[in-house]
Nanobody
């Protein structure tokens, strides 16, 4: 299983950025996928996830209404669209899947449910 996040960079407050996650080695339609982030000096935080049972998406309250997640199973890709970025969104963002963890189709905010992690991509929101 491989997960590779990309698309991070420097963006001004209020700006937008789209992160991509290239996934391989497992069937994307059989497992939930999501994003976590880790800001400097802080613990990893759940950002959101997309369920493979019904395509539903769920988000941390801190990003709800600003971030969206989409997935293209056939292309092996997941995306995190981030709008109206704030300085507190600065972090390394990781794409994850329940493959190797809970093995579930359903979304979760529990870090223990996600058994496969990508290497992370840095997002810096600053003027």
């Amino acid at each position: 299983v491989q997960l590779q996040a990309s698309g991070g960079g420097l963006v001004q407050p209020g700006g937008s950025l789209r992160l991509s996650c290239a996934a391989s080695g497992f069937a994307l339609d059989l497992y939930s996928m999501g994003w976590f982030r880790q800001a400097p000096g802080k613990e990893r935080e759940w950002v959101g996830c997309i369920s493979s049972s019904d395509g539903g998406t769920y988000f941390n309250d801190s990003v709800k209404g600003r971030f969206t997640i989409s997935k293209h199973n056939d292309k092996g890709m997941m995306y995190l669209q981030m709008n109206d970025l704030k300085s507190e969104d600065t972090a390394v963002y990781y794409c994850v899947t329940t493959y190797g963890g809970s093995w579930s189709l359903h979304c979760s905010s529990d870090i223990e449910d996600f058994g496969s992690w990508g290497q992370g991509t840095l997002v810096t929101v600053s003027s």
